[in-house]
């Protein structure tokens, strides 16, 4: 449950293997500056606040996680949810969400969630992942234009008029400074791509703006001095009334993080073959965003950009994701004052290019061309996230899918009069021909888990039958691998009409689940173990049984 692949990786570690990890770490360490100063900024708090997460979080995600490689910290996935609890409670309520999410983390890993979080529909990943991207794009603008018009609103569509009303005010060397920017990131990846194009563009940025005393807006102009101490331990302020309305966000924070860091963790061993602890990945989050806060940071999670980078520069085991770490407090504690000279407009042009990549737009249009049910889901989520908010995109694109998928269970479920020959059915596994089967009896069929779509299918079938009552009436269930309380309630129903009818009923081709639960619910005494088979030779041995008997026979069979 709880193995940490630290403990695991040193147990065969060499000198060899550490260089290669420091090598990797010190890369990543510093890949990972701009982007935990932008992921700060855009969830509305200070720049040492991402800063710190990468350092406090980072540290303990690679040092107890289930994954060689992970690389944690900051990400775009909780700016939306970050910045709207700091609007709605402050810091003190984004403290408690993120504890609290970090203990339903933890929970989550030792109760062997680890394999159950992934299912989350993959349609409501792409739609409110591309719904976060869109958030940050647009919360970028005021920076790229150079804009002073104060805190953007929260709501999607204020924030977009208050920037339209405001578009006059465009400071041009803002702008100027996030088209190079972006030019500089995009082609530098293609011409030196060992080396961080943000940490270029953020450097020369930084000192063309110094230089040149350019007007636009930097880190220190908006923030004041950036904390180049080391963090220190803040207990968490403990209010029991916002507890409970942080209930909510603290679920949206836990889901996010563990949803990232498992979709982080399986692109990982895609790329290094190696295998993850899901419950052991899910508990370091947790630990990790119990302690973040407390030092002063925000959510973490795994970030699959940074572990790419990680992996592809030699990384080996999570020592690695612990240099890393270290690397960040080194630069904190030694450069932070330089830090609050980087222009805001190119902390802008890094989120930019970060928003378009973390968009998925070809995973969205790929998903629109899917089943129709997926699109609605993929859209509502999408539409929900950027509109109204993510926690109720989530479960309302988690409920939907649900419907959705129950619904179309039902469709393809083949419920009702066998129709087909049994000698041309290599499905079933066994040949019989149909005129073998007796007179006044019917077959009905079921070739679907027996829930509570497929089953009210099949009562409807039924219900529609209005030729005279056969004296059995034989229900095939060899291709019912599970059934529910609801098709357990619909057995009982038709054995009642069935009885009210005169009919016999018959079930055969019983499989073991379906027969546990018969069992459990008390049926298999009420429609009689002896007109239940494993066969459908033996439930027509028994209908020719029945309509052979006399009619005292059969009517005692009806009574017990």
Same mark, same amino acid.
């Given at each position: 449950m709880f193995r940490p692949q630290l403990f695991q990786s040193l147990r065969t570690y060499t000198w060899n293997t550490f260089f290669t990890d420091m090598s990797a770490g010190l890369i990543v360490g510093i890949v990972a500056l701009p982007l935990a100063i932008a992921f700060a900024i855009a969830s509305g708090v200070t720049p040492e606040k991402g800063l710190i997460t990468a350092v406090v979080a980072g540290f303990l995600i690679s040092a107890l996680g289930g994954s060689r490689v992970q690389i944690g910290g900051p990400t775009g996935a909780f700016v939306v949810t970050v910045y709207d609890v700091i609007q709605h409670y402050g810091i003190k309520g984004l403290m408690i969400a993120t504890v609290m999410a970090g203990i339903m983390l933890v929970i989550f890993g030792l109760a062997r969630f680890g394999s159950a979080i992934k299912f989350v529909p993959y349609p409501v990943i792409v739609g409110f992942t591309t719904g976060i991207a869109l958030i940050i794009f647009t919360g970028q603008i005021k920076d790229v234009l150079g804009l002073k018009i104060g805190a953007l609103p929260s709501d999607f569509f204020e924030k977009i008029y208050a920037i339209a009303t405001h578009i006059d005010l465009v400071n041009w060397?803002?702008?100027?400074?996030?088209? @190079?920017?972006?030019? &500089?990131?995009?082609?530098?990846?293609?011409i030196f791509p060992k080396i961080p194009g943000s940490l270029v563009a953020l450097l020369l940025s930084t000192i063309v703006v110094h230089f040149f005393h350019l007007p636009v807006e930097t880190i220190g102009s908006r923030f004041g001095d950036i904390q180049t @101490?080391?963090?220190? &331990?803040?207990?968490p302020p403990i209010d029991w009334n916002a507890i409970k309305h942080l209930l909510t966000p603290a679920i949206t924070i836990a889901l996010l993080a563990g949803i990232e860091a498992l979709l982080s963790a399986v692109v990982a061993d895609g790329m290094t073959g190696y295998k993850h602890n899901s419950n052991t990945e899910l508990i370091a989050q947790g630990i990790a965003n119990i302690f973040s806060p407390l030092f002063g940071g925000i959510p973490a999670t795994g970030a699959i950009a940074r572990t790419a980078t990680n992996i592809k520069n030699g990384a080996q085991t999570p020592v690695?994701?612990?240099?890393?770490?270290l690397t960040l407090l080194l630069i904190m504690l030694f450069l932070g004052q330089w830090a609050e000279l980087i222009p805001m407009p190119c902390l802008g042009a890094i989120l930019i290019v970060v928003s378009y990549n973390m968009s998925e737009w070809r995973s969205f249009m790929a998903v629109l061309r899917s089943p129709r049910s997926d699109a609605i889901v993929l859209v509502a989520t999408f539409l929900l996230t950027v509109i109204i908010d993510l926690t109720f995109a989530i479960q309302v694109g988690v409920v939907a899918s649900a419907f959705m998928f129950m619904r179309r269970m039902a469709l393809v479920s083949n419920a009702g009069v066998m129709t087909r020959e049994f000698a041309d059915d290599q499905h079933?596994?066994?040949s019989i021909d149909r005129s073998l089967i007796p007179a006044d009896t019917d077959v009905f069929e079921i070739n679907s888990p027996f829930f509570f779509g497929a089953a009210y299918k099949f009562k409807e079938a039924m219900d529609?039958?209005?030729t005279k009552p056969p004296k059995v009436r034989i229900i095939e269930m060899h291709n019912v691998p599970a059934i529910d309380s609801t098709g357990l309630h619909i057995l009982e129903e038709v054995h009642g009409m069935a009885v009210k009818r005169g009919i016999i009923l018959i079930l055969s081709g019983i499989t073991t689940q379906p027969y546990t639960a018969l069992e459990k619910?008390?049926?298999?005494?009420?429609?009689?173990?002896k007109n239940i088979f494993g066969s459908i030779h033996e439930a027509i041995a028994r209908a020719e049984e029945i309509i052979k008997a006399p009619q005292t026979i059969i009517e005692h069979t009806h009574h017990t």
């Open positions: 060397y803002a702008l100027g400074i996030t088209v @190079a920017c972006l030019m &500089l990131i995009l082609l530098w990846q293609h @101490a080391l963090p220190t &331990l803040q207990p690695a994701g612990i240099i890393h770490a079933y596994g066994y529609d039958i209005k619910a008390g049926l298999l005494s009420i429609i009689g173990e």
